[in-house]
């Protein structure tokens, strides 16, 4: 009998597969399609155990759907372009490219022997020229139909590397690679109009039934729908061309409890004060070396500069209110002005309090208000939970109790019948500005020209291709200062002209992927025969992490690309369902160096909670795997120790594939042994000759509540809970006594029902009994719902309140046959010792109780 060998077994079935074509995605006028798409990766160099368990998910599913009559469509690519490789280049020599291409045959080196039932034939990486090429095409229709603009920005700049850095770059105010002092300036940049489309992305959500409802929340809050009052105070004795500041606010019902107007250091108001004041004019400067992002914002110290000028109440001209210049305002955020009520705002209060400003409370909590300190006597603000109700002590609308939109709403309309401003909505969405002065990405096809402006470049001499001579040994981005690259001639007059030198945002890359999959080799951005075949993605699987920008601009691009011709009115939504899966955990271990501060050891470096030398390791358990801690796991060793099944089965039977999962040695070898098990169970029954028994009927019973139950659990996404009828069904298997027909056809069965997880070995049971074919195109089998019925039932029998036995009886017995039958057991005899009983309790298809 030979043993379980998975470093023989599964490279076999992984070249019969390729030699079949087994996962070539094909159109199909006889198959329904099935789109399944895993987030795919950036070109790291390595995959971890994570990739491992994203990508199995999804090729369970994709095996599933082939075996249930589907055309399927499993594609692969490589999110290329970005920083690191970039990086690598600088610190090494040589162009991005090499390290990026290295990577991606490296990574595509260690997913092959996973198994994957992926379509390699239509692998590509962003940062081929034949895909950005084609991003470029869409760039230009976009521009073609307004969806594309440029505009001055307020931008985070790095004054060493000569860079742009996106808020997560900017740490502590400093560049993240260069440390430098980050710098807020404004300049030209690319915008993509995704605002233009923010009530439509809203609104649509409520049509993803099959999306998670917390990503579903989180891409609402995002794009931040609101009702508010846009108004304008007037101003005194302010510059010419200055006579009001616009505010627009969320919170029109708190005009009562004005204290302060504050305007952005971007503010056109503060860059004209700033002309003549040079201690603004400083203190502008500090806040324009802080961050962009609104986390920075929320965590700096609130400062504050008082120009000297005021404003008039709406409600009230004698009533005055000074006007400061704030670190805490973006101008890119409403009108880059706000009225400060710090009674009801944490962060207004804090900066009332540190310049000396009034606090005035418009609203108390409806109840419980004896125990309710006023801010302006030390409390902190009071912002209403929602949709707790307050009551009005300073409102203009007198003091009824409202909440929520009504108390809104009201404020709204008493301001606009008093003639204070207008009711507008407005969102919290704003344009996607794309321009990345960066080599390592797609550029961006426009040309410079003196005589004709911003000019397109024209699609036939796209893509526009990143040079192969490039250096990185001047900081800023390579193509401002290339020897030839830049300079071109103007597509409109044939001048003398400069290329733009910003690339895209690699958010770009990642944002129509998925619709170049279904035609990967088009010289259009999509075909639109095989996009109307293909598209939506039905299943979309990826990490939580990315619930919010990517999944809003990839649902951006679908509606560009349907305006601009390249995808159909069906596709606007391009993702029918979203799962978010769990991230796969390990302990942590560590020692303490001579200072007491940790050192981190990878896992194969303990045994027994030991090093090499003895020395004792701190473990930290289920923490988030992290290079830097070392608490990775290489599915390359695994596979080479365990193999590859082991490794899929595992990830996917712990835990539900939402959660997170911990990555475990004896888990793993727990799972080796049990397939090593289900192999041997197969090999005695692949040898059986035994004759029909009773029990046959009772194996194929199990065997269809095993075929509907693990059916039910792949559909669902329950694979943990398809693992666990599995491991049932084997034990039911491997305990039968029924004959050899029998027990083959269950062992074939449960090679199907395991070879969405465990392909390699269900192929070689298949063969082993033999099955036709290859198992990866059979067909799934069908539960057979009349078998599933039980005509029996089996009732423990318990002797004042201990069983001392069962009995097995049709499911329609009278209760007084199964009481006699109870008593005539011989273990219920034996207990009784003679005596009668008091009373015996029959519970149909439950229990039988007898008190003595």
């Not at 390729?18 to 070109?43: G, H, I, N, Q, W």
């Not at 990508?55 to 589907?70: E, N, Q, S, W």
């Not at 199990?702 to 996404?717: A, R, W």
């Amino acid at each position: 009998m030979s043993r379980y060998d998975p470093a023989a077994i599964e490279p076999k079935w992984q070249k019969a597969w390729d030699e079949a074509l087994t996962f070539k995605a094909v159109r199909s006028d006889d198959k329904p399609k099935y789109y399944v798409l895993e987030m795919f990766p950036y070109p790291s160099g390595r995959i971890h155990i994570g990739h491992v368990r994203n990508y199995t998910m999804g090729d369970v599913i994709a095996r599933y759907k082939l075996a249930t009559g589907h055309a399927v469509l499993h594609p692969m690519g490589w999110d290329a372009f970005g920083l690191p490789a970039e990086n690598a280049a600088m610190a090494s020599g040589g162009h991005p490219k090499d390290w990026t291409y290295q990577n991606i045959a490296d990574m595509r080196a260690q997913m092959k022997p996973l198994g994957l039932s992926i379509d390699w034939s239509r692998e590509f990486a962003t940062c081929d020229p034949e895909y950005y090429g084609q991003q470029q095409a869409l760039f230009l229709d976009m521009l073609e139909q307004g969806l594309v603009y440029r505009k001055n920005a307020v931008v985070n700049w790095d004054p060493v590397d000569m860079t742009v850095l996106a808020n997560e770059q900017v740490e502590n105010g400093r560049g993240w690679r260069s440390g430098a002092v980050v710098e807020r300036r404004e300049l030209t940049q690319w915008f993509f109009k995704i605002s233009d489309m923010a009530d439509d992305l809203l609104e649509a959500l409520d049509g993803l039934d099959n999306w998670p409802a917390k990503v579903k929340l989180m891409q609402a809050n995002w794009i931040g729908k609101s009702r508010g009052l846009q108004f304008a105070f007037s101003t005194i004795d302010a510059p010419d061309g200055f006579d009001r500041i616009d505010v627009y606010t969320t919170r029109p019902d708190t005009l009562m409890g004005a204290s302060f107007v504050g305007v952005s250091p971007d503010h056109p108001l503060a860059k004209q004060l700033e002309k003549d004041n040079a201690e603004l004019a400083e203190f502008n400067a500090e806040c324009r070396r802080m961050g962009t992002s609104e986390e920075e914002m929320e965590k700096a110290e609130k400062k504050g500069f008082d120009t000297g000028l005021r404003v008039r109440h709406p409600f009230d001209t004698s009533w005055e209110l000074p006007v400061y210049v704030a670190n805490f305002i973006l101008m890119d955020y409403g009108t880059g002005a706000i009225f400060g009520c710090p009674a009801h705002d944490q962060r207004d209060l804090e900066f009332a309090r540190k310049y000396e400003l009034p606090v005035s409370s418009v609203y108390v909590p409806a109840m419980g208000e004896d125990a309710f300190i006023l801010p302006e006597e030390g409390g902190p603000a009071y912002v209403p939970p929602k949709p707790e109700t307050v009551r009005y002590i300073n409102g203009y609308a007198g003091e009824e109790a409202q909440t929520g939109t009504e108390a809104i709403d009201a404020a709204v309309a008493f301001c606009e019948s008093n003639g204070v401003g207008q009711g507008v909505t407005k969102f919290r969405l704003r344009d996607w500005g794309l321009s990345r002065q960066r080599f390592w990405g797609a550029p961006i096809p426009v040309i410079h020209c003196d005589t004709c402006g911003v000019v397109p470049e024209k699609k036939e001499n796209l893509p526009v291709r990143l040079p192969d001579d490039v250096s990185f040994d001047k900081p800023g981005n390579p193509l401002g200062w290339h020897p030839t690259w830049r300079n071109c001639v103007c597509p409109s007059c044939g001048g003398d002209a400069l290329r733009e030198t910003d690339t895209m945002d690699t958010f770009v890359d990642s944002s129509w992927y998925f619709a170049r999959f279904t035609a990967p080799h088009s010289d259009t951005p999509t075909d639109a025969t095989e996009a109307a075949y293909w598209m939506n993605v039905d299943q979309y699987i990826g990490g939580i992490e990315h619930a919010i920008l990517h999944l809003l601009y990839a649902r951006f691009f679908a509606r560009a690309m349907n305006v601009t011709g390249h995808l159909p009115d069906a596709a606007r939504e391009p993702f029918n369902a979203l799962f978010t899966q769990g991230m796969v955990t390990h302990a942590i271990y560590q020692t303490r160096d001579a200072d007491g501060r940790p050192v981190y050891h990878f896992p194969e470096e303990v045994t027994d909670g030991k090093l090499a030398d003895g020395r004792e390791v701190e473990v930290i358990p289920s923490a988030k795997m992290s290079k830097s801690k070392r608490n990775v796991v290489d599915p390359v060793e695994i596979i080479s120790q365990f193999g590859a099944d082991t490794a899929r089965w595992f990830v996917l039977s712990d835990s539900p594939p939402e959660r997170d999962v911990e990555w475990t040695a004896a888990g793993a070898e727990a799972t080796a042994k049990h397939l090593a098990r289900v192999y041997r169970i197969s090999q005695d029954v692949s040898e059986s000759d035994a004759a029909a028994t009773d029990g046959d009927a009772v194996l194929m019973r199990e065997m269809h509540k095993t075929i509907h139950d693990v059916t039910q659990g792949v559909e669902s996404f329950g694979f943990n809970a398809s693992i666990a009828k599995l491991y049932a069904f084997t034990n039911t298997l491997a305990k039968s006594d029924a004959g050899a027909d029998a027990k083959r056809q269950a062992a074939r069965t449960l090679a199907q029902l395991m070879s969405p997880m465990t392909p390699h070995l269900a192929e070689e049971i298949w063969q082993l009994l033999g099955g036709e074919g290859l198992i990866a195109n059979a067909p799934w089998p069908v539960a057979d719902e009349t078998m599933m019925v039980e005509d029996t039932v089996t009732l423990p029998i318990q002797v004042n309140g201990k069983r001392r036995g069962e009995v097995t009886v049709p499911k329609d017995m009278d209760k007084g046959e199964i009481e006699k039958l109870a008593l005539s057991h011989h273990n219920v005899i034996k207990a009784l010792e003679g005596a009668a009983p008091k009373k015996v309790i029959v519970v149909p298809g439950r229990i039988v109780n007898v008190v003595v």
